[in-house]
């Protein structure tokens, strides 16, 4: 199963997870796929608490491990650990997330990434794409809709 985690094909796949063990002090839950052809290649993951939901209000909320989540592989924390989440709208952006042509980044054209953090300087957030660009953003100049 641990083979399994570290296999980076894993990326941008959609599978169901059931999760294995979870602490309210944790900012994460430790999940495992259940949906593999065969067991030996269900796989260990974590799901961030924040990957959950878009919603501030239910990021607290217990998951049950009763139940089974469908969930997308957004990336291998330390080329290692497969990070899930399972927000319904990630996962139906899977295939502009995943997109791995190169593009140069240009005023007024939309793009699909994940924030990968926030820089130094207030006001402004780092987003990272799958296909390696990485931009700086100041927030004022996002369109929020």
Known sequence: MVKSSKNAELIGKVNQFRVLETDENLPYHIVKSTDADKKSKNFLAILPKCLITNHPETIGLTLSNEITYEGI???????QIPVVSIQPELIALKDEILDNNSKELSQGASYVGVVNGVVGKAGQISVMFRNGIKKTIKVKDLNLT
Do not use: E, M, R, T
């Open 73 to 79: 592989v957004l990336d291998l924390l330390h080329a």
